[in-house]
């Protein structure tokens, strides 16, 4: 697949915007939803005006509890609302989902803004496992990295320009090799790639760190996880139109088809 050929309202994937999309368009029109997304097992859409809970919209119940200092933003979030984390404040989301284990392919993605790094935005597994942890995060220099334990991948893009940035990483294979990092819905040029088998342990999954360590500073929106690697094209869509299904013709993000989409 090229993204060369990636349109915003090409719903039919031939490279162009035509009738054919149009027609495409009126048939989801004032539609709720575009439908459900293969392989897409928690989405937290991070909306919530207040409360202890950050909802699951996969339709598994997997529910995040809030803790610790964080602050809900209906209005300041990249899609709708978002969650903002003060490392000071030592606050993190948590769910008892576990998480991903093994080798199994997954992906994960988040919408991002800090100006300040380190910091974990998502992670799961086992931290004294050589090869049994998922932790995605931002390094020292502000760029993005997977650490499973024993081996890391880092990217080359700095994100801290305290700017909403779409993060994606997606794996389907047995190494750090078969890990691909995504900024903005682009594939991203590996900076670092320090081989190691990844064998996932199942651990409690999270948005941030409860160790002061690892603390995020600045605004998580939109934090999904699906069980299948994501595709080129589906990854660019996620991060265009909140949404990996390309005919869906919600172009603007609101849930549902109308006049602000054309």
Not at 117 to 130: F, L, V
Request: net charge negative; proline share 2%; hydrophobic share 40%.
């Amino acid at each position: 697949i090229s993204q060369s050929c990636f349109l915003v309202g090409d719903l039919n994937g031939d490279c162009r915007v035509d009738l054919e999309d149009l027609t495409a368009m009126a048939s989801q029109w004032m539609a709720a939803s575009c439908g459900s997304e293969a392989g897409l097992i928690l989405h937290w859409r991070l909306d919530e005006t207040g409360g202890f809970t950050a909802a699951d919209s996969s339709g598994l119940g997997r529910n995040g509890t809030v803790a610790g200092g964080v602050s809900w933003n209906p209005a300041g979030g990249m899609l709708g609302g978002a969650l903002q984390f003060n490392p000071t404040a030592h606050g993190y989301v948590w769910s008892s989902y576990q998480g991903i284990a093994g080798a199994a392919p997954r992906s994960c993605g988040a919408w991002i803004k800090t100006d300040i790094s380190p910091g974990d935005i998502i992670s799961w597994g086992s931290r004294d496992a050589e090869g049994g942890r998922w932790v995605i995060r931002l390094d020292q220099t502000g760029v993005l990295c997977v650490d499973v334990g024993g081996g890391l991948v880092i990217g080359t893009t700095v994100l801290t320009d305290d700017k909403w940035h779409h993060i994606a990483v997606t794996f389907a294979g047995s190494t750090t090799d078969d890990i691909d990092l995504y900024v903005d819905g682009k594939l991203e040029t590996i900076g670092v790639d320090t081989q190691a088998w990844a064998t996932t342990k199942l651990g409690v999954f999270q948005l941030q760190s409860p160790a002061p360590s690892h603390y995020f500073n600045g605004f998580i929106d939109d934090a999904r996880i699906y069980n299948r690697a994501l595709d080129l094209r589906e990854v660019w869509n996620l991060a265009i139109t909140a949404s990996t299904l390309y005919d869906c013709a919600d172009l603007n993000t609101d849930q549902t088809v109308n006049l602000a989409d054309m």
